[in-house]
């Protein structure tokens, strides 16, 4: 079956360190992936989109990588802080999301 | 813009009654979601339309759910009977096009209890 997978449901990091969340999928290719952050309460804010043919995307202390070949996709965040402490959230072209990963940035 | 718009934020319901949630897309965004969120099954895609027209409706669980969009600025989902199992967050979503790099905007979400 086609699958989006988030391999980590939590992750907690020291603030001033880079967070690395990961999305994989599995029987599918798609044109591209989305990432949201969610707040508690909240409904999911779009952040990135990285399409199929390009290797990386930066949006300030956000970078997205895209590896067609490992069928992953890589979330940074660099110099974490406390206050992007969310759920963060990858979703397929088709709209499907997956389950998110928790994370925690310790001052 | 003010966004996506659900109504009501909250909803507590008895087993067995009707239940019906509205979102308000953003002016001019032509495609309408409806998502379930749950903590076992995560961020689900229940329904979605195109121009008002409902295009993918897989997710949508079984024949007690049903969807409408009777025009660009409106939507309903409806449940009829509710059952205890359908308690969850329930987001409308909105985008200008798919594949674009705006993503989707989301509604704050309808929580839904049913005892």
């Known amino acids: 079956s086609q699958k989006i997978e988030q391999n980590s449901e939590a992750l907690n990091i020291q603030e001033g360190k880079t967070a690395t969340l990961t999305c994989n999928y599995t029987n599918y290719s798609p044109a591209y992936l989305q990432w949201y952050r969610q707040d508690p309460g909240r409904g999911p804010v779009f952040l990135l989109l990285i399409r199929e043919n390009e290797k990386e995307k930066r949006k300030e202390r956000l970078k997205v990588t895209f590896d067609t070949t490992l069928k992953q996709s890589l979330f940074h965040i660099t110099a974490s802080q406390p206050a992007d402490s969310a759920t963060y959230l990858c979703?397929?072209?088709?709209?499907?999301f997956g389950a998110g990963t928790r994370l925690t940035v310790k001052p | 813009d003010a966004g996506v718009i659900q109504s009501p934020r909250h909803e507590v319901t008895e087993m067995g009654q009707e239940v019906t949630l509205r979102c308000k897309p953003i002016?001019?965004?032509?495609?309408l979601f409806w998502y379930r969120q749950t903590m076992m099954r995560g961020l689900e895609l229940l329904i979605y339309?195109?121009?008002?027209?409902?295009?993918?409706d897989s997710g949508m669980p079984e024949d007690r759910f049903s969807a409408k969009m009777p025009n660009a600025s409106f939507s309903t989902l409806k449940i009829q009977p509710s059952e205890p199992r359908d308690s969850a967050v329930y987001f409308c979503?909105?985008?200008?096009?798919?594949?674009?790099?705006?993503?989707?905007?989301f509604g704050s979400g309808t929580r839904l209890t049913v005892v």
């Open positions: 979503a909105s985008s200008l096009v798919v594949r674009d790099a705006y993503g989707y905007t």
């Open positions: 979703a397929r072209d088709d709209m499907r």
């Open positions: 002016s001019g965004h032509d495609y």
């Open positions: 339309f195109n121009n008002n027209v409902p295009i993918d």
